[in-house]
Nanobody, 120 residues
C-alpha cells in the first residue's frame, strides 16, 4: 500500500503565512509529479501548484508570487509555503502524488486533506 499524508493546515489571519507538508509512504519505487490542490464546498477541486521530480514548478495564476512549492526527494515530501494569505485562499488543501510502486505500477494517490482558514 501507498499513501500520502498532509499536515500544517490551520487558522491564520489575512496577510499571514502557513507551510503545508505532505509525506508519501509505502512500497514506493519513485515519485513523479507531486502537487497541491484545493477545494471549497460546492466547487470543484482546483490545481494550486505542481512540481516534477526534477523540480519544475507550475502554479495557478491566483497564487503566483505568494505560494512556493518545493520537494525533498530523499524524504518523499512535498511542501507548500503559503504567504500573503487571503480569505479566498480558505479551502481544504489536498496533496497528490504520482507514485511508481516497487511493483512498477503507477498510482495517483490523494491525501485526506488539511483545512486552511484565512480570517479577514
Amino acid at each position: 500500500q501507498v499513501r500520502v499524508v498532509e499536515s500544517g493546515g490551520g487558522l491564520v489571519q489575512a496577510g499571514g503565512s502557513l507551510r503545508l507538508s505532505c509525506v508519501a509512504s509505502g512500497s514506493i519505487f519513485s515519485i513523479n509529479d507531486m502537487g497541491w490542490y484545493r477545494q471549497v464546498p460546492g466547487k470543484q477541486r482546483e490545481l494550486v501548484a505542481t512540481i516534477t521530480s526534477s523540480g519544475s514548478t507550475n502554479y495557478v495564476d491566483a497564487v503566483k508570487g505568494r505560494f512556493t512549492i518545493s520537494r525533498d526527494n530523499a524524504r518523499n515530501t512535498v511542501f507548500l509555503q503559503m504567504g500573503s494569505l487571503r480569505p479566498e485562499d480558505t479551502a481544504v488543501y489536498y496533496c497528490n502524488a504520482d507514485l511508481l510502486t516497487i511493483a512498477r505500477v503507477t498510482i495517483p494517490v490523494w491525501g485526506q486533506g488539511t483545512q486552511v482558514t484565512v480570517s479577514s
